[in-house]
């Protein structure tokens, strides 16, 4: 049989690079290197998504993969695509070369058919279990290919397919669509991501975290993204799928709580984040779903921390020997240095505290009100713009985008808006309980107080506290961690005269670059 062009396996033994397979699929390979529990799967390529979006069609020979690909997943499972009994259901997730969360389609739970349904339901005994997962695949199904330009007038008014194969290829097609979307170009626009990648497609068996009390899903970082400290952070939710954490749609519990539920479950979590941390000599992230008590790992990538928690974790990793100095110096950016002071809102008895949510994006901003994306657009023309929703989807890119800060009522350190506002960099309030947004009438209601767009709020992304007016703002003083990277730093350049700390950062980046460390530097 010729080799496919189009689809890969997903296994330890496949050597493309992240612009082939997406960064999505490049880090499972590297999961299944590390021997770590991950959904059976295959992915495809980027090569894919640019001819798809070149010719308007999927490309020549790629459903004849498709077929294959999903005849070895039903060898390697043991289940039938659809199929009545043992039927399996697969997740379709967008993975492009270059990280832009939430940006793109996904669909799960695809092949929950008529009959694969009931054959769920057979096989569980939990007919409304099966009836979820359905039901979530509709709405999931429904959303992206509605959302895809060009594919929406062309399917708009047909039926969801009732065969699994079908279902498949129009949901490769919406998420090769979604990269082409206005949230998405406006996304990599602001980031600097070229528009000619393209996005792979990853195919997983599912794993159903809304299974029963013992499943859930959940995401985690190696040390905590804020401070940089050595601990677990991250969130859980349980009885639920992934889906429901990024919407906001239900509340999150902290990480530390699956430690108490399921501990089975956060002994082989904590063991997986020291194997990938071990392996990219970096803090790390993943993403997670557990069935009926028993973990997979669905994504991983570095943990890309900023600001303070950038130098926290690069001077510790020099401490436990993991990097060197020259290294560590590198590792920090001149640019996160004026982050590292985090402003904070001042404790005052004079501050008019509004409301209190999580903080997810350290920073302080303060900003006039808009409770729609577009009126944040425009009201930002003149002013900047704190983004209030119920919650925010990738539909708000271009609010998000315009707002110098974003509150939501729902939603925690997962969901949409936390996610974006790490990436972009602007502080965050989620979670906000009690929060009322009517976009109708642009009000905010909050404890029995309201205020309506326009009104002038500052927000704390540390302490997730949202204050009216302008209260007084602090800055932490620079810690031990900060000192001892300057110190690094001048030994580096050889200058130790005072000057900006950007400026000595820089200075030892340049001295690296002319001359690179042949040997093992001192710590």
């Not at 695809?110 to 054959?119: M, N, P, V």
């Not at 889906?243 to 530390?256: E, K, Q």
């Not at 999580?358 to 930002?380: D, F, K, Q, S, W």
Request: hydrophobic content about 40%.
């Amino acid at each position: 049989m010729a080799p496919m062009r189009w689809v890969r396996a997903v296994s330890a033994r496949v050597g493309e690079t992240a612009e082939t397979l997406g960064g999505k699929a490049h880090g499972l390979v590297l999961l299944h290197r590390l021997g770590l529990r991950v959904p059976a799967g295959f992915v495809v390529t980027t090569g894919a998504c640019r001819a798809f979006l070149r010719d308007g069609r999927r490309p020549q020979g790629l459903d004849e993969e498709l077929a294959a690909a999903v005849a070895d997943l039903e060898r390697s499972t043991g289940r039938v695509f659809g199929g009545p009994r043992r039927p399996l259901a697969v997740s379709v997730r967008s993975g492009a070369g270059v990280s832009m969360p939430g940006m793109m389609n996904t669909v799960l739970n695809l092949g929950l058919t008529t009959e694969a349904t009931e054959g769920l339901a057979a096989e569980t005994g939990d007919r409304p279990f099966a009836l979820d997962s359905r039901s979530r695949f509709l709405a999931s199904f429904t959303s992206a290919t509605r959302a895809a330009e060009g594919l929406a007038g062309e399917r708009r008014g047909r039926p969801v397919p009732d065969d699994a194969i079908r279902q498949l290829e129009w949901a490769v097609e919406a998420v090769f669509a979604s990269w082409d979307t206005p949230r998405a170009r406006t996304y990599r626009t602001l980031h600097g991501i070229p528009h000619d990648l393209g996005t792979a497609v990853v195919v997983q068996r599912m794993v159903f975290g809304n299974r029963d009390a013992r499943s859930g899903t959940g995401v985690a970082f190696s040390r905590d993204p804020n401070t940089g400290e050595n601990v677990p952070y991250g969130e859980v939710l349980f009885g639920h799928q992934g889906d429901d954490a990024v919407s906001g749609r239900a509340a999150t519990r902290p990480l530390g709580e699956l430690a108490a539920r399921e501990p089975g479950v956060w002994a082989e979590l904590l063991d997986a984040l020291r194997r990938v941390e071990g392996h990219y000599r970096d803090a790390c992230y993943v993403e997670f779903t557990f069935e009926a008590g028993e973990l997979w790992i669905l994504q991983v990538r570095p943990g890309r921390f900023a600001g303070a928690a950038a130098v926290r974790l690069a001077t510790e990793l020099v401490d436990e020997r993991v990097i060197e100095r020259h290294e560590a110096l590198l590792r920090v950016s001149p640019r996160h240095l004026p982050h590292v002071r985090t402003p904070r809102i001042a404790p005052s008895e004079r501050t008019d505290l509004l409301a209190r949510g999580i903080g997810a994006c350290p920073g302080v901003a303060a900003g006039r009100v808009a409770t729609t994306a577009e009126g944040a657009v425009l009201m930002a023309r003149d002013a900047p713009v704190i983004l209030v929703r119920p919650e925010t989807s990738p539909d708000d890119m271009h609010g998000l985008a315009a707002a110098a800060g974003i509150v939501t009522a729902r939603g925690g350190p997962a969901s949409h808006a936390a996610v974006v506002a790490r990436a972009m960099g602007k502080p965050a309030v989620v979670g906000v309980t009690g929060l009322t947004v009517d976009a109708g009438s642009g009000s905010v209601t909050v404890g029995g107080r309201g205020v309506g767009d326009g009104a002038l709020v500052t927000i704390d992304g540390t302490s997730g506290e949202v204050a009216l007016g302008t209260p007084r703002v602090v800055a932490d003083a620079a810690g031990g961690h900060l000192h001892r990277l300057l110190a690094w730093a001048d030994d580096v350049s050889g200058d130790h005269s005072a000057r900006d700390e950007a400026q000595r950062l820089d200075a030892a980046h340049a001295a690296l670059r002319h001359h690179p460390p042949t040997g093992r530097a001192s710590r």
